[in-house]
């Protein structure tokens, strides 16, 4: 049950399923508020804003490190 739950925020689920599936939550209160809690997270997922992190740039000492170990790998 909580597969479908899952499944029917991304997909339309077939009439059937999704009777069988309201048949259960009627009866299953833990099934209840789990769709709800999914729902919640499915719902507040699409409305938080995608903050992008910002450019982190290695330090001039660092890129020379770097620079130097893969000369003496080479070597």
Known sequence: ????SSQALD???P???KFRM???Q???RLCRRYARQL???HQAGKTMPLK????????PEGRDRIKEALRNKGS
């Open 1 to 4: 049950m909580s597969q479908l």
């Open 11 to 13: 997909h339309k689920l």
């Open 15 to 17: 009439l059937l399923m």
């Open 22 to 24: 309201a048949i259960h």
């Open 26 to 28: 009627l009866f299953c």
């Open 39 to 41: 729902r919640w997270l």
């Open 52 to 59: 992008v992190p910002a450019v982190v740039q290695l330090p």
